[in-house]
């Protein structure tokens, strides 16, 4: 028997109902075509189509075009504090099914609406949580889920230190709701001293700084994408592009390449990197180097070619669709010139963390560049984001890392 409904009712167009039957958890304001009843900012409402059927409940955004964020398309779910506690638990279970136990070291526990948790986002570095809430409907919960989500970790034997909330971000000005940062106080809990804490991916350690570090203080998404570049690194000579925290270098450098050089243009992003390699005692086999890469890739051109692999692994060059013509063309510079670098059995690692940039269109610009380059490419893998970011079919934005590994031939 269903449940009675007793939330505030919004009818929505016929494409929005083709849209959340489909798997897409979002509606947006001028999709509305009536509503029922007092809604509340960041409370729930049900959603209907023209003829009355039962489409989902969801968090209301008022200040947002993204209208209504689904949590149940269930007409009997009851979203209680248990319905929550049973949403953290499935989510838990699923990385510990996906992943061996050695990499929920670091990991991502909430993945917004890949996890049904619309505009929250959970990562797990060691001892502590860095948390990010971009939706009003979140806020407005967050003191029911984090508490909640520490007892579960500890029961599980993770033994959780503290909760960091990084709202440093201006989508939350769409939602209404302030940009900040600051420890998040777990009750009957002191805020921890530090902010930072030591990882461990892929064997390679990592000193993660939950409060300064970029996102939420470190890229996750790629720790198999790393471990597949380390496998081939062997007895190379790697240029690793766009470099950050040095990951992708220390993998190389960890699965056996001859030399690695790092490069970012921020020089605080190289002192992380080179800090990193102490760590690890791969100073010795990792330089770190503060460049711009688009200078530095037609410079080496005019030298004996130094390196047998070449990574790419740039910031999204674009966070919007009216922008996508112009990050395809920072795209196919940086691929047609790490191209040209290599020697015919060379090996390039290439990859796009925008969403907007689709795989069709990266894939055409790879095909473009290879061409003008005058080379060939074996494709070796082509790979996603790690499993603890899953892709929700259905759900585009959740589809945003494209990853290819080929051997220019």
Known sequence: MKAERNHPKYTVTPKAEAAILRGHPWVYDAEILQTEGEAENGGLVDVVSKKGRYLGTGFLSERSKIRVRLISRNANDQFDAAFWRRKLQWAWEYRKSVMPPEDLDACRVI????????GLTVDKFHDLLSVQVLSVGMERIQDLLLPALVELLRA???PIRGVFLRNDVALREKEGLAQGKGWYPLPGEAVPESPLT???ENGVKYLVDVENGQKTGFFLD???????VGRIARGKTVLDCFTHTGSFALNAAAGGAKHVTAVDVSASAVEMARANAE???LSGVVDCVAANVFDLLPALEKEPKRYDFIILDPPAFTKSRKTVANAISG????NYRAMKLLPRGGYLATCSCSHFATEEKFVAMLHSAAKDAGVQLRQIEARQQSCDHPILWGV?????LKFYLFQVV
């Open 111 to 118: 993945f917004g609406e890949a996890d049904a948790f619309p």
């Open 279 to 281: 760590r690890n005692g």
């Open 156 to 158: 599980d034997g993770f």
């Open 331 to 334: 795209y196919k510079e940086i």
């Open 222 to 228: 790629q720790k198999y994408n790393r471990r597949a």
């Open 198 to 200: 030591e990882i461990t």
């Open 396 to 400: 585009e934005e959740t589809n945003y």
